[in-house]
């Protein structure tokens, strides 16, 4: 695990992320299987809408609760 600070996964961003958007394409990837972006606070709707059109979105969970989760089951948003 990396001790740099997750960064927005929006084209082109910088920004901290706030936000993991946990994601699923049917068509690739079993029920249970969680792809994850993770987002800034102004990008937070904009992938979240991009996903959800499709059918992709699951969850938004803030990034330091979906860590909290993670830790307990070895692993964080930026391993994904």
Do not use: Y
Not at 1 to 16: F, L, N, Q, V
Not at 24 to 29: D, E, G, T, Y
Not at 32 to 52: D, I, M, P, Y
Request: a neutral charge; glycine letters at 8%; hydrophobic letters at 35%.
């Amino acid at each position: 695990m990396s001790d740099e600070t997750p960064i927005c996964s929006a084209k082109g961003c910088r920004a901290d992320a706030v936000w993991v958007l946990a994601w699923n394409n049917p068509k690739l990837h079993t029920p249970e299987r969680r792809k994850t972006w993770l987002a800034c606070e102004e990008h937070r709707e904009h992938l979240s809408q991009f996903l959800g059109v499709r059918g992709f979105l699951k969850d938004v969970v803030a990034l330091e609760e979906w860590e909290r989760a993670r830790g307990r089951e070895g692993g964080s948003a930026a391993d994904r």
